[in-house]
């Protein structure tokens, strides 16, 4: 059987389709393949900012209930707050030092600098992660 | 050991409750394909929504919940099996008789695609194990943690003091994620990784089957291979974020809906309404993944209602009834679980505000040209593809391959798919017009994501409006010789 010359026509249009359809899609497989990271070598290391970083602070945390927090200004230290969170629920992290039990977390190697009046150091932790109690809040909690 | 239980558990409470749906299951490749695929979602469905009552009802012994459920599910199979009959799709004949050298570039292309999907996936999953982006470990996994950690407090997570972890948003990810971590004992992060990457691949595998089924194999690969070269769906999928499963309810309501709709269309075979609850259950379970499947939800019932209202040839009411009355049927349960959710536990969400505000931003006129210009430019960006974007290849090859004849085309299913996508689309825009956030902050972190959301539906229904890829049309209206 011997297809007309219409559906010859419609068969090279159909079949250029077909491959420009494909070449257009195996340029984004290559993208995909060229963009793909190096498990060897994480750009964005959460681990190492969040569970391993306030492994130690966690054990002096109670188990539950809210603790504040204080650290680096500005919007990009957001992100070193968020991740104090993931790591330390199911304990809330209030971005507040109106707490009894306030979480420092800064610059490593840097120190907090001028606190808050009532806050004192409980403990360093290293790293720049500290645990500070405020004081007119800790007496409240006591009342 | 436990990881391997919980896996079996999930898949088996998802291939039971599909096949309850799904009762007669046919011999062709495809329907298997499809109902596995299903059954990764569905499966992940039901651990998330037998965790959360588990933890409301505060039920310690969730492996006993679990298997009370599978063994419901099971009953209710082995109940409704119907050996020997008709399958409740009709699937198409194998299409591959275009030139074999075309053949051959089809299936050569989608192996490539999908090694190169496969290859980015794994090397995501491995460098970003706690996923990749501020929602994956700000919302997705914390709220997991919470779930998994707080124990008997676990609702301490979904407070006021956390805004920024969006507490309103509901918990199909998180407590399909924390339903394993009990199983476990600790909170891997190779969980969510795992789920990431099988929602993303699963999606691939509905569209793959569901196409095949009614469009015939080189239109499944070709339709793949779209999906799978999209750069963002892969990225986006493996970062842990919840719009991949979001994506792969949305596609499987469309494709369950017009499944049920083709066998329907013939007025021969006998209908399935288990296709329809199964479209209601995974339109539910959209809603209980993120805010904006609640947006679907409701899109999908006014399509329908809308469709079903100006089908021509005005079917008896009982025919409409039955095209609808199971889906919302099936709809209603996980409505009452996300009700419940969003009264009871949730706090409010923060993109209303109050009507003043909502009033003047909706009767502003810079506002809506933002949102255009945006949406017009995200069109052809968010696939993050190389020189030529996904929309206009597909866009081309309609060109080339022409426009599907009514009468092969699950028309009510279509229609109701369409129409549901361009709702959820329409909402979408609103949401932006309405929104409290800075509007270019917001559409520049969002719109992209919202795009992702639709585009395996939006292959989906392309694949059904555009010709077969094969020269058998062409043959068939090149003149026959006459029969012996």
Known sequence: MHASPTSTQLQGRKTIGIVTFLVGCLLSSARLVHDAPNPRNPPGDIERRSDQRFAVLKTALPARGVVGYIGEPGIPALSDYYLAQYALAPVVIDHSTNHALVVGNFFPQSSPGALPPGLHLIRDFGGGVFLFSNNPFAEEDKR | ?484
């Open chain 2, 1 to 484: 050991m436990s990881l391997t239980l919980s896996v079996v558990v999930c898949l088996a409470c998802g291939f039971f409750l599909v096949r309850l749906g799904w009762s007669r299951l046919g011999q062709s490749f495809s329907e298997h394909w499809l109902v596995g695929s299903l059954t990764v979602g569905f499966g992940l469905g039901i651990f998330s929504v037998v965790f959360f009552l588990s933890v409301v009802l505060q039920e310690t012994r969730v492996i006993a919940v679990d298997v009370a459920a599978l063994a419901l599910l099971m009953a209710g199979f082995f109940w409704r099996r119907v050996p020997q009959v008709p399958s409740a799709v009709g699937v198409r004949a194998n299409d591959g008789i275009e030139p074999a050298w075309l053949r051959r570039l089809v299936i050569g292309a989608f192996v490539i695609a999908l090694c190169a999907a496969l290859y980015s996936g794994v090397m995501r999953t491995l460098a970003y194990p706690h996923g990749d982006g501020w929602d994956a470990f700000s919302i997705w996994n914390l709220h997991a943690r919470f779930l998994f950690r707080g124990g008997s407090n676990w609702r301490d997570g979904f407070t006021t003091l956390l805004p920024w972890s969006h507490p309103d948003y509901p918990l199909l990810v998180p407590a399909a994620v924390a339903h394993f971590w009990t199983y476990l004992g600790y909170d891997s992060p190779l969980v969510p990784a795992a789920i990431g990457f099988l929602f993303t691949f699963s999606t691939a595998g509905v569209l793959f089957s569901s196409i095949s089924i009614l469009r015939g194999r080189t239109a499944a690969l070709l339709g793949t291979t779209a999906l799978l070269a999209t750069p963002s769906f892969i990225e986006l999928g493996t970062s842990q974020y919840a719009d991949v499963p979001l994506s792969f309810f949305y596609l499987a309501t469309i494709v369950l809906l017009c499944l049920h709709d083709d066998r329907a269309q013939d007025h021969v075979s006998p209908r399935a309404p288990g296709l329809l609850v199964l479209a209601g259950i995974a339109t539910g379970f959209a809603a209980w993944t993120k805010n904006e499947g609640q947006l679907f939800l409701c899109a999908i019932v006014l399509a329908r209602l809308c469709i079903l209202a100006r089908k021509r040839g005005r079917p008896h009411s009982r025919a409409r009834t039955g095209a609808i009355f199971p889906l919302l049927i099936a709809i209603i349960p996980m409505l009452f679980l996300i009700a419940g959710f969003k009264h009871y536990i949730a706090p409010p969400g923060d993109l209303f505000s109050d009507l003043t505000t909502t009033l003047h931003k909706l009767l502003d006129p810079s506002r809506y040209w933002a949102i255009t210009k945006w949406y017009f430019k995200g069109f052809f960006r968010f696939g993050r593809w190389w020189l030529i974007p996904g929309p206009v290849l597909l866009t081309g090859y309609y060109f080339a391959a022409g426009k599907e004849d009514d009468d092969a085309t699950p028309q009510t299913g279509l229609r109701t798919s369409i129409l549901a996508l361009t709702i959820t689309l329409a909402g979408y825009f609103i949401v932006y017009l309405i929104t409290p956030y800075d509007i270019y902050w917001h559409l520049r972190f969002s719109l992209s994501r919202l795009f992702l959301q639709l585009w395996p539906s939006a292959i989906f229904v392309f694949f059904l409006l555009v010709k077969p890829t094969t020269v058998r049309d062409d043959l068939l209206r090149a003149p026959h010789p006459a029969k012996p």
